[in-house]
């Protein structure tokens, strides 16, 4: 049983597209993370979020929105693509200030 | 503003022999410490953590050592394996304002050679 599940692993859409990631966690952890990790191969903190507060790192666009159903789902919409967020996304959970387990990834291109 | 550096991008080693991974932050609000590992098209996977209260962690062939006063952490791997030939990522959380979120370097690629 794969503990942080992402779906889909590669996404390739067009510029302008709404498109949405998927990540499930069955560790019954209290928060979810989304890490971005782009072409420098750095990974940058997206969201935080657990059942009591959403954390937004300032930098991210308000064209990303994280939704979450429950305390187990953490998915990632994202408005309007651009060719910049073409990158490689993340999904994690962790228990508060836990070591966090993170998914496969989501290699997302934007042509 | 990088909080959190790993200023060699690769490091090689002989099979056997010890391989030592640097990193080092500049805020010192950072209280817990993490390395991860990285293989292609992979998530990161935990490794092994350190507290701020300790100034070393071992657990079996990995060690991680914690200098506060030089703000500045190693991994030691010994001996090194073919197997742990992958990105390492150093990481760091502090308490308080967004807890719990992990601020990354930008990884060391550790190649072991047989």
């Known amino acids: 049983d794969t503990a942080v599940s992402q779906t889909p692993k590669y996404l390739v859409t067009q510029m302008g597209n709404d498109k949405s990631i998927k990540c499930e966690q069955n560790?019954?952890?209290?928060?979810m993370y989304w890490y971005k990790q782009d072409s420098k191969k750095f990974l940058k903190i997206m969201f935080s979020?657990?059942?009591?507060?959403?954390?937004i790192n300032e930098t991210v666009p308000n064209r990303f929105s994280p939704k979450s159903p429950d305390k187990a789902h953490l998915n990632l919409h994202i408005n309007s693509l651009e060719l910049g967020d073409s990158a490689v996304y993340f999904c994690?959970?962790?228990?508060?200030?836990?070591?966090?387990?993170f998914g496969q990834g989501t290699r997302l291109t934007v042509v | 503003d990088q909080q959190v550096k790993q200023n060699s991008p690769s490091l090689s080693v002989q099979e056997g022999r010890i391989s030592i991974l640097n990193c080092d932050y500049t805020?010192?609000?950072?209280?817990?410490f993490l390395w991860y590992k990285k293989y292609p098209a992979e998530g990161p996977t935990f490794l092994i953590s350190?507290?701020?209260?300790?100034d070393k962690n071992e657990d079996g062939r990995f060690t991680v050592f914690l200098n506060k006063s030089a703000k500045h952490l190693s991994l030691h791997i010994v001996p090194s394996q073919p197997g742990d030939s992958a990105v390492y990522f150093c990481?760091?959380?502090?308490?308080?304002?967004?807890?719990?979120?992990?601020?990354f370097g930008k990884g060391t690629k550790l190649s072991v050679k047989p």
């Open positions: 994690a959970s962790s228990q508060y200030r836990g070591k966090a387990f």
């Open positions: 560790l019954g952890h209290d928060t």
């Open positions: 979020y657990n059942n009591k507060e959403l954390i």
């Open positions: 805020n010192s609000m950072f209280d817990y």
């Open positions: 350190i507290s701020s209260i300790k």
């Open positions: 990481a760091a959380s502090a308490s308080g304002g967004s807890q719990g979120n992990l601020i």
